[in-house]
């Protein structure tokens, strides 16, 4: 993958270009941002960079046509391996590691050109309602792995995607490589939550931030590298908020419209509090399992926040269309500003327990009757 290929992100590009030419590669860095931004793609195009054999003194970017810049566009070259989060599956039962879904993982990479969500892995591998780690199993293969001469590349390297997802009891194992590893080796450990990442590894990484590209640059892309339609791709563009792979998702897929549908109802459902009703809505809901049930919720925490700026800017600040629009805006005159944030400390509680396997009938059923509380409690 070339830099070019990537959305915005120019200063991250120029700061990671000049590392190069300088000779001030860091051997472990930490690639931060929030999902969607393109950190993923930015390693890889780094990468690809670094070990470029075509590129010139004065060149921002690889080549491109080199043998090593064709083995990294098919994410094939020897020495670039990567590690994610995986779990137990039908097809491999027991003692899981990233290799074992190399295949799977190339697709979806280079189907979305890295820009890819947890859930969209997930879903991929068929790992259903469990969580996935990298596990101490993974470790120990990179350290294996990194022991070993590279082939050809002028650096091997190690992209360790969603590092956050590494098993607490997993890390020592690898703190001595990344602290001190083999001549010519790059970590480049990619994560979207620095509160969950252990200390020991946030301190033995240089941190590179990547922010959230504009609502123009998303627009840009949708509809030169996707031949969007220019009012569907600032629709699109509007609504993800810097969030490239949600503005894929609203064009391809019928998920977001489906959990703002889910929302509406959900919210009635808890100002009258029909427990048969509310039953059948929570039962829906447990059925699409824990990484769409967060999805859910970091969806109407999204319509709370909007709600919140309509109350505060005024109508204008809505970055909503149609139906979605017309109710967004009447939610809005019916709650308070202390009922959204209320609501969205519940929502966040919500989301860190179902990340920690809380049983979730319970948990709706609870927060449903909280929220009920919140709305019959406003002023």
């Known amino acids: 993958m070339r830099f070019e290929k990537i959305i915005g992100q120019t200063h991250v590009k120029e700061r990671l270009v000049q590392t190069v030419t300088e000779n001030r590669i860091s051997h472990a860095q930490l690639f931060m941002g929030s999902e969607g931004c393109g950190k993923l793609a930015l390693a890889i195009a780094y990468a690809q960079f670094i070990n470029c054999t075509g590129r010139k003194t004065g060149d921002t970017d690889s080549c491109g046509t080199c043998p090593s810049c064709h083995k990294f566009e098919q994410l094939a070259h020897p020495d670039l391996h990567f590690v994610y989060p995986v779990a137990a599956t039908k097809d491999v039962p027991k003692k899981p590691i990233s290799k074992n879904f190399a295949d799977k993982w190339r697709k979806l990479v280079l189907e979305h050109n890295a820009y890819i969500r947890l859930p969209q892995w997930y879903d991929t591998i068929g790992i259903e309602n469990k969580q996935g780690i990298i ?15 590279s082939y050809e590349a002028k650096y091997k390297v190690m992209i360790i995607w969603m590092v956050e997802k590494l098993f607490h009891a997993a890390a020592p194992k690898i703190l001595k490589i990344l602290e001190e590893p083999p001549d010519r080796t790059l970590f480049l450990l990619v ?189």
């Open 135 to 149: 596990n101490a199993d993974d470790c120990n293969e990179i350290i294996k792995t990194l022991s070993y001469k």
């Open 191 to 379: 994560a979207e939550d620095p509160g969950q990442i252990i200390s020991t590894i946030l301190s033995r990484t240089q941190l590179v931030k990547i922010r959230k590209p504009g609502d123009g640059e998303i627009r840009s892309a949708l509809i030169k590298n996707y031949g969007v339609e220019p009012k569907n791709a600032h629709r699109a563009a509007l609504l993800a908020e810097g969030n490239m792979v949600e503005a894929l998702s609203l064009l391809n897929d019928e998920s977001t419209d489906d959990y703002f549908n889910q929302f509406r109802q959900w919210m009635r459902l808890c100002y009258t509090i029909e427990i048969a009703a509310t039953t059948e809505w929570i039962t829906g809901i447990i059925k699409l399992g824990r990484e769409k049930q967060k999805a859910f919720l970091a969806n109407a925490l999204q319509i709370l926040r909007e709600c919140l700026m309509v109350k505060v800017q005024g109508e204008d600040a809505l970055r909503r269309e149609d139906h979605e629009k017309e109710f967004m805006i009447k939610f809005s005159r019916t709650i308070t500003e202390d009922f959204i944030l209320q609501s969205n400390k519940l929502l966040n509680e919500a989301s860190y327990h179902i990340e920690r396997n809380a049983n979730p009938n319970i948990l709706f059923l609870d927060l449903s009757l909280k929220i009920n509380q919140l709305l019959r409690s406003r002023k």
